[in-house]
């Protein structure tokens, strides 16, 4: 962003480091004191203590060792190009008044960047600011005349003042301003000392913010993933590597009945929902998970508090911090439920495989007992009927001979498989097609089976035709009573 300057200002001083003259305000006691003050403020940081209260610790610090008027702390925001005025420390007395004037709260106000801001020139020249006319410092904080015109009110609250304003540079960025004031009067021999005890400290306060900012950044992020954590229906717990149980989900509490306590804080190999006699194998896998070998997901069987069982499906993977592996988190999808109806199917299927295999024994015992029955058939006719019609047939007369001779041919027929294979296939031939087949097998023709069945010749050759279309033959050079011997 860019801004104008107002260098006609008589008002305002672009500080230079030639400028400083050193007094006592700045000497080895005093930064003595701000240096113990200042591990304070990164114990709290430490802590786990929010931005705003360290942040108020520090300007109430920095004001109390080197008697400010005020110390303040503004953080920029450059999305919405304003400052946030994020603490102040000044006297309870005069800030409520202020407050009253005014008619809001102080903490928190956000003052615009706005074209001629003294604020805006110090983020971009990225130099300190002196303001010897507190008029002018107040005009800064707002572009409104209405608002201007309070100024001079809280001006007179406040008194003749000196206003500091230092820029707070963390890397290559300018991240707020931290500003100062002190009542003066007429004397101006402290301005060299007051900003190079500014100039010293802002450095210290931009990191300050810098790490408290990014510690509730992560604390925020580490509730948030915690929430999201508890409102997982699958058990999760976390996992240091040296293998310490660090955390555990609602869902894992839940379903294997056990408490907070008696698994956070146990090394894995005794966590409670282990099965007796898998903390070897699970300390393996552990094993294999430090080593980077463990494929994911793969499937154990824990148990519950009150003795029963459930099958998780775990998936793991690590929890980074600056690059290096700190813990792994493992996610378990409860699939105790699909294990048994995998059981149950299975054994569906092997009972259905078992009765296959009875079926097929049957099938073959059926198989078995046809064919006893047909051989024992073919064996009584040829034993006992055939002789006896070849016996017959040489006292018969001509036609009566060829009768029997008929009768001996469906007797062998009925002895082979020939009528069972026309019959017991696809073709659906007819009773009396199935006759004619069995004369066209013997040789005979189309006259002598008209002859021998009583019925015209062309009635013959419509069922020969017949014949070979239901047999697929038709269209086709293959011999009728070739095929049918074959059979």
């Known amino acids: 962003m860019k801004f104008e300057s107002n260098n ?19 000497d080895i006691q005093s930064l003595t004191e701000l240096t113990d003050f200042l591990q304070t403020v990164n114990l709290q940081i430490n802590q786990n203590e929010s931005v705003e209260n360290i942040l108020q610790y520090l300007v109430d610090g920095i004001k109390n060792i080197y008697d400010f008027a005020i110390v303040t702390c503004f953080i920029l925001d450059t999305k919405v190009n304003e400052l946030t005025m994020t603490n102040i420390s000044l006297e309870k007395a005069k800030l409520k008044e202020i407050e009253r004037v005014i008619g809001f709260n102080i903490s928190k106000m956000t003052i615009p960047l706005f074209e001629g801001s003294q604020f805006a020139e110090v983020i971009e020249s990225r130099k300190s600011m002196v303001i010897e006319d507190s008029q002018s410092s107040m005009n800064d904080y707002t572009p409104q005349e209405d608002l201007r015109n309070l100024s001079a009110i809280v001006n007179k609250i406040l008194g003749p003042v000196i206003t500091y304003r230092v820029p707070l540079v963390f890397g290559d960025e300018v991240i707020g301003i931290f500003g100062a004031s002190r009542s003066v009067g007429n004397d101006r021999a402290c301005i ?92 393996k896998r552990f094993r294999s998970l430090l080593e980077g070998n463990l494929e994911s997901p793969y499937e154990v069987v824990w148990r519950t508090k009150d003795g029963g069982s459930f099958v998780l499906e775990i998936r793991i993977s690590a929890i980074k911090k600056n690059g290096q592996t700190v813990a792994f988190q493992s996610i378990g999808r409860d699939i105790s439920d699909r294990k048994e109806l995998e059981q149950e199917l299975q054994m569906k299927n092997q009972q259905l495989e078992e009765k296959n295999i009875a079926l097929k024994v049957m099938l073959n015992q059926l198989e078995h007992e046809k064919l006893t029955i047909q051989n024992q058939i073919s064996e009584n006719v040829n034993r006992l009927i055939i002789p006896v019609m070849k016996n017959l047939k040489d006292s018969l007369s001509e036609r009566q001979s060829e009768s029997c001779d008929l009768v001996l041919e469906r007797l062998e027929n009925i002895i082979s498989p020939f009528a069972y294979n026309l019959s017991s296939g696809s073709s659906n031939l007819t009773n009396k097609e199935l006759e004619i087949c069995d004369l066209i097998k013997h040789g005979y023709s189309s006259k002598d089976i008209g002859k021998h069945l009583n019925i015209s010749f062309r009635t013959v050759e419509t069922h020969r035709n017949n014949i070979r279309k239901k047999l697929k033959l038709a269209n086709n050079d293959i011999n009728l009573q070739a095929y049918l011997k074959s059979l």
Do not use: C, W
């Not at 008589?10 to 050193?22: A, D, P, T």
């Open 192 to 283: 060299g000392s007051d900003l190079k005890i500014l100039e010293h400290v802002a450095p210290k306060v931009a990191l300050i913010v810098n790490k408290a900012q990014s510690e509730q950044i992560l604390q925020e992020s580490e509730k948030s993933y915690r929430t999201l954590m508890e409102l997982s229906p699958d058990p999760i717990i976390i996992v240091d590597t040296a293998g310490n149980i660090l955390d555990a989900n609602s869902a894992l509490l839940k379903i294997s009945g056990f408490t907070t306590e008696e698994i956070v804080d146990k090394h894995f190999s005794e966590a409670p929902f282990l099965p007796s006699g898998t903390s070897t194998d699970s300390m």
């Open 8 to 26: 006609e200002k008589s008002s305002k001083l672009m500080y230079s480091k030639q400028n400083h003259s050193v007094t006592d305000t700045y």
